[in-house]
């Protein structure tokens, strides 16, 4: 649709008049222009301001100014470039000063000398000795890779789930550059990685990680994870010697809960087997966004009536909750990621497109149903 | 580029990175502010406030630009520009005739002022990046100037030999183009690595120049591509030189003309840059060591006029750049600038009735206004007009009982000619302004008023205007028509006059005081606008102190006697400097000379005050201290109308 004509259809779907025109669609051009355009699961030709007109015209009239308002107010829309800031800043600014900090403990330096650390030998064998891998595509690694010229591309994996042939590939190059910076053959306990760093970009509740079951177990990425990487028959066991290992997850955006549900449960997962485990997030999302508990009356109203249950699969019902209006295990995001708008947040605003009622962000449905 | 939506909001010519749009926003009429003679002659201090379009002026004599004009000889909309410089020599038949060499000095000199380090080596270095990045500029605009590819065909440039003055080391002159920017490229290279070095700074191994050789060095007659000078005229414009430090911004000033350099020199910066002795010094300064400075807010001061046509010309030109759906016209007709008509009939009838009844009770059925009552109440005309008849005729009245001096025939009837002849055109302004004021009637609005509003400053007119324009491109898509009611005006205009009082605060020095000792000069010039009488007609809209007290200020032998005027003076430099207060130096009247401080049009707005230059009444030295910490009181003797 032509701006002019989407402009048109949100001026008028909301009643505006000119003054209000003039107080508003500036800001509106400006965030869709800035971000909100480039939203990649719009259908072709859609854009932002055309997407608002049709979202806010399938709610009643009188409630389409505080959806408006919410929109201008409450959305927090996460743009390639933060994602790629994010990416960028993960390596630097949260796991290098941790492998710093062991070397610095294991070698007798001040941690406060950190010039002195970082052109260390011990330090530049243990930045080799650690292994990134991706917990999913949204880890990015490709941009990861690029961003971190210091990191040696053999030592960072799209997945964590490593076949036999690639566990013996990363040990062998891994022997391969010690033995550079050894200026010979490296002693046998070195050929290991010492800390494992899982990458990935979002996390809401940390479930997908560390997933509950009705049995009181866990399931999730995380947690096949360490139980291959604990067992003595399985290949990945040979990447790491247990005792000596450091875990890092980290994630480029995480909530708040989900922190706290990883961080607990890396604890009671990995500590009995592994060195260390931390989690990191470089964007924190704050508690107090979310909807659930913090929502104003008019929105809340929104939330609840406008919903098509049809959306709510198998796949939301592990959330525990019995609907998705405030999205995957009630966590009432108003949160939309560039590519694509977690189910974490309101239904209201990742609906898919074929709903009754339709997201402003629609979400593309990741497990298709078979017809 | 895409079509600015809203092309007000381009406000700074750094932000316009397209020549063309560039030119077709550049309004030729500013360039009066050039003398034809003297533009491009020895050095020029050019100052004016934030956003008084110093670095469009700048920008417009830069190469690029010119040639991009000179290839449009056929360009309607920039014939009129074109003309106006080929009258000041800097285009000619054969293309730009005068080298442009722009250089912002906004770019981290400043820091170096932090370098633990000697003053003299500081200086070094402070020179040595200047005389480097001076070096390139006029490299890249020789080459621009010639329409060459910078830098390979730097080889077919020359530079002669410096007399008179040694050339730095490792610069060995006469010299290629290529030399040149080699030598210069590597000594930036050098002075940058050891500014970025974590390394401790070794005073024995630090690079830089003790001077600024690079202005003789860029003489006319020494650069020469393919043998022959590259122009006529050079013109070296260092821009943003209020970035620098107060030592560093002396330093450069007092180099450059001890240098006598026969290349003119623009040294553009905001009045901030000036100290408070300068500051107040401003508008009356003769026998400088350099031209005198171009002033620019002080200059449109005493040619407002121009300044109000020129910028209803920015306004068109603006509008055309505009991305609509269809063709919008000129600036001027969305603002409508009357309240004529039937929506004001009853308003203005029932303000009349109400003006008229007070009128007569005032009266109170003595003979001596008989004749003017009912001259008044025999007029036909419109409600507004009989409205304002009646307003003008309670001040006259106002006037008349209030006179000093009574006679032994007061309660004669007085002749209508008296009325005639007293009814004039200010009592009339002043009565508009009452009766906005007591029935709630708008009045800041209408192209002329909005232009005013500006306040010699080009910035604040764009920012005012693209208010407008927004709300002018938001009718359409409201199904409105495009012409701006009175009312719309002037509430957007009180919008931004609250915006920019807010401001002051957290965007000028010393602010919290500066505002305080505006809104006593504000409110002292409302109460006495506002006076039954309407004295000084339709109102004042500033204050003045005398010649003399200035001077007292500017030397600080006032200080002595009166301790809190040295904090007046800064309050008074600042607001001057940020154009919060329009001051007018000279001012003759009742026999002495007047320092005219009249309030920024914008604040006129927040205060209701009427918009006309000229009228202010005068203040003790000593009471626009005591404004700075006690707020105006209005005497309890004196009637107010508010």
Not at chain 1, 83 to 108: C, K, Q, T
Not at chain 2, 151 to 157: F, M
Not at chain 2, 194 to 213: E, I, R
Not at chain 2, 453 to 469: E, R, W
Request: proline share 5%; with cysteine.
């Amino acid at each position: 649709m032509k701006d002019i004509l989407a402009e048109e259809l949100l001026v008028r779907v909301l009643g505006w008049n000119r003054v209000r025109v003039a107080e508003e669609l500036p800001a509106i051009q400006a965030l869709s222009l800035y971000k909100y355009d480039e939203y990649q699961q719009f259908s072709p030709g859609m854009r932002f301001i055309e997407s608002l007109a049709r979202w806010l015209g399938q709610l009643p009239e009188d409630r389409r100014d505080a959806a408006y308002r919410f929109v201008r107010n409450k959305l927090v829309f996460c743009s390639a470039a933060e994602m790629r800031h994010w990416v960028e800043m993960a390596y630097p600014d949260f796991i290098r000063p941790h492998l710093l900090r062991r070397v610095a403990s294991e070698n007798g330096y001040s941690a406060l000398h950190i010039p002195r650390i970082a052109a260390a030998k011990e330090f530049h064998v243990y930045q080799r000795q650690t292994l990134f891998l991706g917990l999913s595509d949204g880890a990015r690694i490709d941009l990861f890779r690029r961003s971190n010229p210091d990191l040696n591309h053999e030592q960072i994996w799209q997945t964590h789930e490593l076949a036999d042939d690639r566990v013996q590939e990363l040990l062998t190059n891994l022997k391969e550059s010690l033995v550079l910076q050894f200026g010979g053959e490296p002693p046998q306990e070195a050929v290991r990685f010492r800390t494992i760093v899982l990458l990935d970009d979002f996390s809401a509740s940390g479930h997908s990680y560390y997933m509950p079951k009705p049995d009181g177990t866990f399931g999730g990425k995380i947690t096949k994870f360490h139980h291959k990487l604990v067992d003595p028959a399985d290949p990945l066991h040979r990447l790491v010697d247990l005792r000596d290992t450091e875990i890092i997850v980290m994630l480029y955006a995480a909530t708040e809960q989900a922190l706290e549900h990883l961080a607990s449960q890396s604890q009671a997962l990995w500590n009995d087997h592994v060195k260390a485990c931390y989690v990191e997030a470089v964007q924190l999302v704050p508690k107090d966004i979310c909807l659930l508990n913090n929502a104003e009356n008019s929105i809340r109203d929104l939330i609840d009536a406008h919903y098509d249950h049809a959306i709510f699969d198998k796949h939301l019902e592990k959330g525990g909750t019995g609907d998705a209006k405030y999205g995957y295990a009630g966590c009432g995001l108003p949160l939309v990621l560039h590519h694509n708008t977690p189910n974490n947040s309101i239904a209201l605003l990742w609906s898919y497109e074929d709903a009754k009622v339709r997201g402003l962000f629609p979400r593309i449905k990741r497990h298709k149903e078979l017809p | 580029m895409k079509d600015p939506r809203n092309p007000f909001r381009l406000r700074q010519s750094e932000s316009i990175d397209n020549d063309i749009v560039f030119l077709n926003l550049f309004e030729p009429g500013v360039l009066e502010l050039l003398n034809p003679q003297t533009w491009c002659q020895s050095v020029r201090p050019i100052r004016s406030a934030a956003g008084g379009g110093k670095t469009s002026l700048l920008r417009l004599f830069t190469p690029s630009v010119l040639h991009t004009l000179y290839a449009r000889p056929n360009d309607e909309r920039l014939k009129e520009l074109t003309q106006r410089l080929r009258d000041l020599g800097a285009l000619s038949d054969d293309g730009p005739d005068v080298l442009g060499v722009m250089l912002l000095c906004g770019r981290n000199y400043a820091l170096l002022q932090d370098l633990d380090i000697d003053e003299a080596r500081r200086n070094r270095i402070f020179f040595g990046l200047l005389n480097v990045r001076i070096v390139l500029a006029v490299l890249r605009a020789a080459m621009s100037f010639r329409q060459l590819r910078y830098p390979t065909d730097l080889q077919r440039l020359s530079v002669a030999e410096l007399s008179g003055i040694a050339a730095p080391p490792g610069l060995h002159l006469p010299c290629t183009g290529e030399d040149l920017y080699k030598w210069a490229a590597d000594s930036e290279g050098r002075i940058c690595q050891t500014l970025d070095s974590f390394a401790p700074l070794q005073d024995v191994s630090l690079p830089g120049h003790d001077t600024l050789f690079s202005l003789p060095l860029v003489r006319p007659e020494a650069i020469c591509i393919d043998g022959k000078p590259v122009a006529a005229r050079i013109l070296l414009m260092l821009d943003d030189i209020h970035k620098l430090t107060k030592a560093q911004r002396s330093l450069l000033v007092e180099t450059i003309i001890e240098l006598r350099s026969s290349t003119a020199v623009w040294i553009a910066e905001r009045f901030e840059a000036l100290s408070t002795e300068e500051m107040l010094a401003e508008g009356a300064s003769e026998g400088r060591e350099y031209e005198q400075a171009l002033l620019i807010e002080p200059y449109w001061r005493k040619h407002y006029k121009s300044f109000e046509r020129h910028v209803v010309r920015i306004a068109d030109r603006r509008i055309q750049e505009a991305h609509s759906e269809h063709p919008l016209g000129d600036f001027r007709p969305f603002l409508r600038d009357s309240l004529d008509g039937p929506q004001w009939e009853d308003r203005f009838r029932h303000a009349a009735a109400m003006v008229q009844e007070r009128v007569d009770k005032s009266a109170h059925g003595s003979k001596t206004f008989q004749g003017w009552i009912e001259a008044t109440r025999g007029q036909r005309s419109t409600s507004r007009d009989q409205a304002l008849a009646w307003r003008g005729l309670e001040i006259l009245m106002a006037r008349h009982k209030n006179r000093r001096q009574r006679s032994l025939f007061d309660d004669d009837a007085i002749p209508t000619e008296e009325l005639q002849r007293q009814r004039d055109s200010s009592v009339e302004q002043a009565a508009e302004l009452f009766l906005a004021q007591e029935f709630g009637f708008p009045y800041y609005f209408g192209a002329d008023r909005l232009c005013r509003l500006g306040s010699l400053n080009i910035q604040q007119f764009l920012g005012l205007a693209g208010d407008v324009f927004e709300d002018v491109i938001s009718a359409p898509l409201a199904k409105e028509a495009l012409e701006l009611s009175p009312e719309r005006q002037h509430e957007l205009m009180k919008k931004a006059a609250k915006r920019l009082w807010d401001e002051i605060p957290n965007r000028v020095r010393h602010g919290r005081e500066l505002r305080r000792f505006l809104e006593a000069v504000a409110q002292f010039s409302k109460w006495y606008t506002y006076r039954p009488t309407a004295p000084n007609d339709p109102g004042v809209t500033g204050t003045a102190m005398r010649m003399t007290e200035r001077a007292q200020l500017i030397t600080g032998e006032v200080f002595k006697t009166i301790p809190e005027s040295r904090r007046l003076a800064d309050v008074l430099a600042s607001a001057l400097a940020h154009n919060l207060l329009i001051g007018e130096p000279d001012y003759k009247v009742k026999g002495d000379q007047w320092m005219v401080l009249y309030l920024n049009r914008l604040l006129c707005v927040h205060f209701d005050l009427p918009l006309g230059y000229g009228l202010f009444k005068e203040r003790p030295l000593k009471t626009l201290v005591e404004w700075l910490d006690r707020p105006f009181t209005a005497p309890e003797k004196e009637e107010g109308l508010l």
